[in-house]
């Protein structure tokens, strides 16, 4: 038996990055993937890879009126929903916070935040009706913090308490609540991150993420998106609020790095050599 057979998933922000990982992990393991983007043209080659039991619709998470239109097509579609992933987030801009522009501010809150009171508002009495459950997208700058990144890491702070908060309101109505913290993750947003870091900074930007984690290598996606698919699934039934680390140890304290390697991965080698 798969994890998540015949399970309706409405994953938002799932044609690239973590969330495309997401959406082939899902299908693999027997969900039905509403892969809800903005891009039609990344959503259609998801769609062709994914197969004819997923569907992709055009959704963009900051608008109400978006939102509420793609649940109601994809309970339209397949009759329920019995997953909500908040998925879609971007990271713009890489700046201390006096330096971040209104307009900026609202984006990354009404994208990141106010998506996931969107999907709230249209689909709880979807999860409602099939003991569902949600799953946000937050990450461990959300907790540890980020330089020159104040207004992204702000609102997955943000992610985590909506998170705990959800997970209480709802527990009630047998809707699991939990999001998933990832470090660094190397997907197209990391990407165009590390090439707006100054001069100097980029070229030893791989060796960095790659030494602070402590299991030794700055991962892809699948990773993050193996353990969405355990928390989405039957086999975490009984976990509701956490803020699952996904991070290689990242966050576990303090570790001398040389070079872009840590003290031990030198040392080891040195002892090997």
Known sequence: MKLLSNKII???GGSRGIGYECAKAYASQGGKVIVASLDKKDIDVVI??????????VCDVSSGESVRNAFETAVQKYGRIDVIHNNAGIADPSCQLHETTEEQWDKLMNVNVKGIYYTAKFGFEYLKQSNGCILNTSSIVGEIGQELHAAYTGTKGAINALTKSMALDYAKYNIRVNAISPSAVWTPMLEKWNREQPNGTRENMALYLN????????PQGDVVADVCTFLISDMARFITGCIMPVTGGAELGYRFVQNGNSINDVSMRNNAS
């Open 48 to 57: 062709e890879e994914l197969g004819s039991d997923h569907f992709g619709i």
């Open 211 to 218: 030494a602070i984690h402590p299991i030794g290598y700055c």
């Open 10 to 12: 409405f994953l938002t």
